[in-house]
T-cell receptor, first 114, second 112 residues
Framework: AQTVTQSQPEMSVQEAETVTLSCTYD???????LFWYKQPPSRQMILVIR??????QNATENRFSVNFQKAAKSFSLKISDSQLGDAAMYFC???????????FGTGTRLTIIP | ETGVTQSPTHLIKTRGQQVTLRCSSQ?????VSWYQQALGQGPQFIFQ???????GRGNFPPRFSGLQFPNYSSELNVNALELDDSALYLC???????????FGPGTRLTVL
């Protein structure tokens, strides 16, 4: 069974600064998908970024980028130029196949300090 | 394009009762997954429906059951409600060849 671990229950960052959220996972699969989802107080889960395990290049989406270390089973999220709207719960998630069930971590609450 | 919708938004039930939650998938999506998110936790996979058939189930008892309809909308039914069933229930849909699951806003269920 796959497991996803987020060891930082809470993080805070000054507006406009950079913050990195950590995630590790465990799986015996060689191909899989990793995701970072954002859940603001409105509760709706929004996809921030995804990474296919077979791709060596780290994914980037505007201010969001990941550091994917397959051998270490590590998948961290870097948020650059943090904005007040980035405040939310961030969940790391794993899926063994496209569209298949997601296994989530316990989340990291990100606070942006004005 | 209409996103994933869920109803109702909030629901209060008494222990032992039964509840039905509803989800309308995004246009063009034929797969629906249900997740339970307890307070302060990450979502837990309940089950997935693909073309009206159950396509995978998480570690939930049989009193959690579901349906998917020909228009790909879905229902989650929970019988004999327990206090621990209090949670946010999330529905997500995906395209036939899609990697990403698109989530609805959730239904907050409170069991008293």
């Amino acid at each position: 069974a796959q497991t996803v671990t987020q060891s930082q229950p809470e993080m805070s960052v000054q507006e406009a600064e950079t913050v990195t959220l950590s995630c590790t996972y465990d799986t015996s699969e060689s191909d899989y998908y990793l995701f970072w989802y954002k859940q603001p107080p409105s509760r709706q889960m929004i996809l921030v970024i995804r990474q296919e395990a077979y791709k060596q290049q780290n994914a980037t989406e505007n201010r969001f980028s990941v550091n994917f270390q397959k051998a270490a089973k590590s998948f961290s999220l870097k948020i650059s130029d943090s904005q007040l709207g980035d405040a939310a719960m961030y969940f790391c998630a794993f899926s063994p196949l496209a569209g298949e069930k997601l296994t989530f971590g316990t989340g990291t609450r990100l606070t942006i300090i004005p | 394009e209409t996103g994933v919708t869920q109803s109702p938004t909030h629901l209060i039930k008494t222990r032992g009762q039964q509840v039905t939650l509803r989800c309308s998938s995004q246009s063009g999506h034929n797969t629906v997954s249900w997740y339970q998110q307890a307070l302060g936790q990450g979502p837990q996979f309940i089950f997935q429906y693909y073309r009206e058939e159950e396509n995978g189930r998480g570690n939930f008892p049989p009193r959690f059951s579901g349906l998917q309809f020909p228009n790909y909308s879905s229902e989650l039914n929970v019988n004999a409600l327990e206090l621990d069933d209090s949670a946010l229930y999330l529905c997500a849909s995906s395209r036939p060849d899609g990697v990403e699951q698109f989530f609805g806003p959730g239904t907050r269920l409170t069991v008293l």
